[in-house]
């Protein structure tokens, strides 16, 4: 998580303790998820939320400030669903074990759903979008340390642009959740995968991790 957020989500009007309170700030956390998603956010109001999760609008405004402040909760509580996946690549087969993370990475957003609202929000909430920027670029710093671990172990390429390539992972694996749109076909992970590795390994190194994982 940034530094920044508590100025981004803000101070809360009331923080429940006991269960039942609790249960109350859950089903509208629930609620407001399930009306971004399905309605848009800019559709959604307070009083459609509260009344989706069974509660009067008041008691809404009793847990958040607005809808904005009930997002943010939602997405502090996902962001770790919504964030790619960091490949190991000195694992023995990186390119299976890619695709096995790409794949259930992908799963994960599916069910989540809240992908079809960030890009909504994003072009007006600049606090939101610096937000997820630095989530992002706290992946990239992984997948970057990443990569420097498998070139110490002399498995890269030896003329690779590292910073280069790891942002190149990066939005592959990002847009990988996208594919079936554009193409109209399934994700193939495994081709996804197939085509980072080959980026980062010579054919000859990927042999080598295949046939050790084998024996």
């Not at 809360?12 to 629930?30: D, G, T, Y």
């Not at 599916?110 to 609202?117: D, F, N």
């Not at 992946?139 to 110490?152: D, M, P, R, V, W």
């Not at 193409?183 to 081709?191: A, F, N, P, Q, V």
Request: proline share 5%; glycine share 6%; aromatic share 8%.
């Amino acid at each position: 998580m940034p530094d920044n957020d508590d100025l981004l989500i803000g101070e809360f009007p009331f923080l429940p303790k006991q269960e039942r309170a609790q249960q109350k700030r859950n089903a509208l956390l629930e609620s407001g998820l399930h009306l971004f998603i399905s309605c848009g956010y800019e559709q959604t109001t307070a009083k459609e939320i509260a009344a989706h999760a069974g509660v009067a609008t008041g008691t809404f405004y009793r847990y958040f400030s607005d809808k904005r402040q009930l997002l943010m909760s939602v997405l502090e509580d996902k962001i770790d669903k919504l964030l790619p996946p960091e490949p190991s690549w000195v694992s023995r087969d990186p390119e299976s074990l890619l695709a096995s993370l790409l794949e259930a990475h992908n799963k994960r957003l599916s069910e989540l759903g809240l992908q079809r609202v960030l890009p909504e929000l994003m072009l007006k909430d600049p606090g939101l979008a610096e937000f997820l920027g630095e989530a992002r670029r706290k992946i990239y710093s992984k997948i970057l340390f990443g990569l420097k671990q498998a070139e110490e172990n002399g498995l890269t390429w030896k003329d690779l642009d590292l910073e280069a390539v790891a942002w190149s992972i990066l939005v592959l694996v990002e847009n990988s959740h996208g594919t079936v749109i554009v193409s109209g076909k399934s994700t193939d992970y495994r081709e996804i995968s197939k085509v980072i590795c080959r980026m980062v390994f010579p054919p000859d190194v990927l042999e080598q991790l295949r046939v050790s994982d084998e024996e």
